[in-house]
């Protein structure tokens, strides 16, 4: 039998001889300021001005004017895990995420959630008395408890956070978007014709957040962390925008890499006896790509560019408003990166990514027929590796790398009630993990050793408080390992040991190189052949440090890790047959039926009376997808294979009542299918489907309605079905294709 909690007061047989009590209302302080976070996704170290690049970036440089820039802040290479990282404060594969939240490999240091013994910022600063908010991209839980369904216990609103707003995956449409408000899943409130964009809708719910709050207690203060799904692909942005930058990355990435390199130079963020790393294997010179390709990779860099302008335009809009609160002064506020700039645009970059990962690699000379949908709602981009690199200037390798390229990126601390030194630079190594150590350093508390019954693990991240009032302040940073899919690297006093590591390759086969990135933070100067005695200690330093943090077993499966796995008390069942009895809200990808690659039977129980249309089945979005929708009383199938649409359509219109309505796909040799419609088992159509995609979409399900872009260009989203649909199911019948398994891991990937 439980204890009632401890009263502070008496209680006696009346009112007259007791005396109440009130517990003391938790609170920080009059003095402890507010705490912004501004992360940027798939953003290289010089892709913002006050970094180097061109682009125009007004807001967040006025924020470097008025704070400090630190040149040498480190993070893991990929979201998820600097995510988990910066908001506790401890090494990722502590808290259970070694790679991304979509896959768990039964191991402590990777479970596709942070683990309840690592308390999150949120978390700490709740019961501190802080309100606090999570706006933007989450990806901290498990992809297939994402769904209605849930569990919740790892999103936002479960891990401290008083409210949510946002998408919960790693990436989304930033038009047409999935999502989520606190614990449930919405429509976008407006469509792209509307003028609508993520971003814009984003800081529109963080100031209302905020001023919900400071109205009702203005003595409260906040914590905000703003993710955006910006830079990360796909690149969209108004069109304004976009004609903003025609013709501003003409010249090609050699010659823009030169010049932000000079940039950085000249404004003191890098050593003056720097290196440009040489061009990474696969880009190629400017000068020897022909016309057409090189059209089509400076359209997209303007594309990444207008995204980028946009966003920072965003951020100076939330900045204004705290100013005019009131609230800026006391405002902790800090713009970083998750990791360095991405290199899934492959060599020559993409239109759609779901082509490049079903293994079909757009050539320029066809992609230039569609240079003006770059960066509009219709297109889904990412850039080529030539300006990937670019972005990472002065610096080799990209995101996913343990090189300076995946890891080194930018972080501005602005707090001009503190900051003595606005426009300071800071040199000191510091990596993503100091971020909730130096928070609670400078609101003055400490995170608790047990937290609700729950024993801690203790911060390894240590407070860089002290840069913030001195330049030379020493790092408080002894030792960081970085691992990321077999590749590693470990920093030590101005030395990094790193390797790349090829999958399948023995671990100890793995070549290392040594720099001393105090004078070469490029990694130019390997002395691994000259000093062989420090790199050993190095490796072997490498190895200690690998087993404190939980970095072991090293793993670098991909395609295994991301396949569904079909089990008991999961969205996934062991039969492989799906049943879902409308209404029922979208279902993200990883938690909905695994459809490419596969064979499968999809049945929708309907009653319906003539003239009822509308979608019974949808997934993906108007660039690649399935729908299955009746239209003019006829039942239709829409294959959008990127926009080459196959479509069946029964032959005679259906008849009205209670109807089975059933479509069966069989794939075929040679990435062939064909296609049957069926109403109460008799085929009313049929026809072949010229090509199987592996991967569909980003884009999960929805059921009696298409969620988001429309998937067939026959009707306006979302076309809810009309009459009654008592019962949709979808039966597997054929297991994936290796390359099928290969296409969407490598989708998965390239979505982080």
């Not at 517990?23 to 940027?40: K, M, Q, R, S, Y």
């Not at 501005?412 to 609670?440: E, K, L, M, S």
């Not at 023995?506 to 100067?525: I, K, M, N, Q, T």
């Not at 199911?729 to 891991?745: D, F, H, K, T």
Request: aromatic share 10%; glycine share 8%; hydrophobic share 35%.
């Amino acid at each position: 039998m439980g204890t009632a909690p401890e009263f502070g007061g008496t209680i006696g047989r009346t009112l007259a001889d007791s005396t109440p009590w009130w517990p003391e209302t938790p609170h920080p302080g009059d003095d402890a300021p507010n705490v912004v976070i501004v992360l940027f996704d798939a953003l290289g170290f010089a892709q913002l001005g006050c970094y180097g690049s061109t682009s125009d970036t007004p807001e967040v440089d006025a924020l470097a004017a008025n704070g400090l820039r630190y040149t040498n802040f480190h993070v893991t290479p990929l979201c998820s895990p600097t995510r988990a990282a910066l908001l506790t404060g401890r090494n990722h594969h502590t808290v259970g995420m070694r790679g991304v939240s979509n896959f768990d490999t039964g191991f402590p240091h990777m479970t596709g959630h942070v683990s309840p013994h690592t308390a999150t910022l949120a978390e700490v600063l709740h019961d501190e008395g802080y309100a606090t908010f999570a706006v933007g991209k989450w990806h901290l839980a498990p992809m297939e408890q994402c769904s209605q369904a849930g569990p919740f216990d790892h999103w936002p609103c479960q891990r401290g956070f008083d409210r949510f707003y946002g998408f919960l995956d790693g990436e989304t449409d930033q038009f047409s978007p999935s999502l989520t408000y606190d614990n449930h899943m919405i429509e976008p409130p407006a469509r792209p014709e509307d003028g609508y964009h993520v971003s814009e809708d984003l800081v529109d719910k963080a100031i209302e957040f905020v001023h919900d709050t400071k109205s009702v207690r203005p003595d409260k203060p906040f914590f905000l962390y703003l993710a955006f799904g910006a830079t990360h692909a796909p690149h969209q942005a108004p069109a304004e925008l976009l004609q903003k930058y025609r013709g501003a990355f003409d010249e090609g990435w050699d010659v823009v890499r030169e010049r932000w390199f000079r940039n950085q130079l000249a404004m003191g963020l890098i050593p003056p006896d720097t290196e440009l790393a040489p061009r990474n294997p696969g880009v190629e010179p400017w000068d020897d790509l022909d016309d057409d390709t090189a059209r089509l990779a400076a359209r997209l860099q303007e594309a990444f560019a207008a995204f980028l302008e946009h966003t920072d335009i965003q951020i100076g809009r939330l900045v204004d408003d705290l100013r005019e609160m009131g609230e800026l002064d006391n405002t902790v506020l800090m713009v970083l990166a998750d990791n360095g700039a991405s290199q899934e645009g492959g060599p020559y970059g993409v239109l759609h990514e779901m082509k490049f990962f079903n293994g079909i690699l757009e050539t320029p000379d066809t992609a230039v027929a569609h240079l003006d949908e770059i960066g509009g709602p219709h297109s889904h981009t990412n850039y080529p590796w030539g300006w990937a690199q670019a972005g990472n200037t002065p610096f080799k390798w990209y995101k996913q790398n343990t090189h300076e390229g995946g890891v080194h990126v930018p972080l501005i601390v602005h707090w001009p009630d503190h900051i003595t030194d606005p426009g300071g630079v800071r040199t000191q190594f510091q990596h993503v993990d100091d971020v909730a150590a130096t928070v609670y350093d400078l609101i003055g508390i400490a995170p608790p050793p047990v937290r609700r019954g729950i024993d801690q693990i203790p911060l390894s991240g240590t407070s860089f408080t002290a840069s913030l009032d001195a330049a030379d302040a020493p790092t408080g940073k002894d030792v960081q390992y970085f691992e990321m899919f077999g590749h590693r690297g470990l920093w030590h006093e101005g030395w990094k040991a790193v390797t790349r590591h090829e999958p399948g390759v023995d671990f100890d086969d793995d070549v290392w190189e040594l720099y001393h990135v105090a004078e070469d933070p490029s990694e130019c100067r390997d002395l691994a052949a000259e000093q062989p005695e420090k790199l050993a200690e190095m490796i072997d330093r490498w190895w200690v440090e690998a087993e404190k943090h939980g970095v072991l077993p090293l793993d670098d499966r991909s395609i295994e890790l991301f396949n569904s796995r079909f089990r008991e008390r999961s969205p996934h069942p062991p039969d492989r047959h799906y049943r879902y009895r409308p209404p029922v809200s979208p279902l993200p990808m990883q938690a909905g039926p695994p459809m490419g690659g596969r064979s499968w039977d999809l049945t929708a129980h309907v009653e319906r009376t003539a003239g009822d249309q509308g979608v019974l089945f949808a997934t993906g979005t108007e660039n690649s997808g399935i729908a299955v929708f009746v239209d003019d009383d006829h039942l239709v199938f829409d294959y959008n294979a990127f926009d080459d649409h196959t479509i069946v359509r029964s032959a005679a219109p259906l008849p009205a009542g209670a109807r089975r309505l059933a479509v069966e796909f069989r794939r075929g040799p040679n990435r062939t299918a064909t296609v049957r419609l069926l109403v109460d088992d008799t085929e009313v159509g049929n026809g072949d489907v010229p090509w199987v995609m592996g991967t569909i979409s980003s884009t999960g399900a929805s059921i009696g309605y298409d969620n988001g872009s429309p998937v067939s260009r026959a009707y306006a989203a979302p076309n809810p079905c009309q009459g009654r649909l008592d019962l949709l199911e979808l039966q597997l019948v054929s297991r994936r294709s290796r390359a099928a398994a290969e296409s969407e891991a490598s989708t998965e990937m390239g979505r982080q």
